[in-house]
């Protein structure tokens, strides 16, 4: 199997001073798609509930700056826990606490700006927004030893990246609700699905070091259990839909993402990690489309 590197030192991060591009590889800001995918959740719930365009649009500009600097934030704590493990897997060896270009005394100080950032955000919503991000550093803290003691630490990272769909709508309308409920299930079917593709690319290196997935548990099943994921998702999205009492567009704009995510399952080779890869990506085009079956609900 061909190795695939996951560090993107080119592009704008090239452009960086020299002392600033470790940290930028470090929170992982050469691949916008895991903030993109943290945040959209979040638009979900936005366009749903908002109760006017000019709020939407608001914390639609929080979340975004806010998923960044969170995702960073993870991509930090998953890189200390995981930096020796990283150096064994060809794809994860280049990153900088893996290769020692940022040291763990370098990394902590970066991460409690990150928080501190993510802090000042965090605050600018209501209080039972910030409560519940709070309690979402509790999944945050346990991804990273998940894969170490369980077949599925995507459902970990799941419950982690799906959590911008309740804290958006409660950060849009004051109090959770049931089709907040539902819109987290099918971010947690989605990103359980997606993340399993994604972890095909590191199979055989995490057989050998001893790293669990779902992609190792599930193997040549993986279509089948990606495609019922999916299923899932588009299940419980309808739900959040019916129960938000959508308008008549909201039905035929959700089958466009319907029609990516099948492409994703017909497409899915788990022998191939580019194409692997090019799957999981793909994901954000999903987000942004079921956004808009959800924008759509709304006329």
């Known amino acids: 199997m061909i190795a695939h590197t996951d560090i993107r030192a080119g592009g704008w991060v090239a452009a960086l001073p020299e002392g600033w591009r470790p940290y930028a590889l470090l929170m992982r800001a050469d691949r916008p798609i895991g903030s993109w995918l943290l945040f959209l959740p979040a638009p979900w719930a936005f366009a749903l509930a908002a109760p006017d365009a000019g709020t939407g649009l608001w914390l639609t500009l929080l979340f975004g700056v806010g998923s960044v600097v969170m995702r960073g934030a993870g991509c930090v704590v998953n890189d200390l826990w995981d930096r020796d493990l990283d150096r064994q897997v060809a794809r994860t060896a280049g990153r900088p606490l893996a290769s020692g270009a940022v040291s763990v005394t370098q990394a902590l100080v970066f991460l409690a700006v990150l928080a501190a950032i993510g802090l000042g955000i965090l605050l600018l919503l209501p209080v039972a927004a910030v409560v519940l991000g709070a309690v979402s550093l509790v999944p945050i803290a346990l991804y990273p030893l998940a894969k170490r003691f369980t077949d599925w630490p995507q459902a970990v990272l ?23 409920l539902a819109l987290w299930l099918a971010g947690f079917c989605w990103i359980l699905g997606y993340d399993t593709i994604y972890a095909h690319q590191d199979r055989e290196d995490d057989a050998k070091v001893g790293v669990r997935s779902s992609a190792l548990a599930l193997g040549e099943r993986t279509r089948v259990f990606v495609a019922a994921c999916y299923a899932a998702m588009l299940g419980c999205l309808g739900l959040a839909g019916w129960m938000a009492g959508v308008g008549p567009w909201f039905w035929p704009v959700l089958l466009l993402p319907a029609a990516l995510l099948a492409r994703q399952v017909v497409k899915l080779d788990i022998a191939d990690p580019a194409l692997c890869l090019r799957l999981f990506k793909a994901n954000r085009d999903v987000g942004i489309a079921v956004a808009l079956a959800c924008l759509a609900g709304r006329l």
């Open 158 to 180: 799941g419950v982690v990246f799906s959590w911008a769909a309740p804290m958006g709508w409660i950060a849009a309308t004051g109090a959770l609700a049931p089709p907040a």
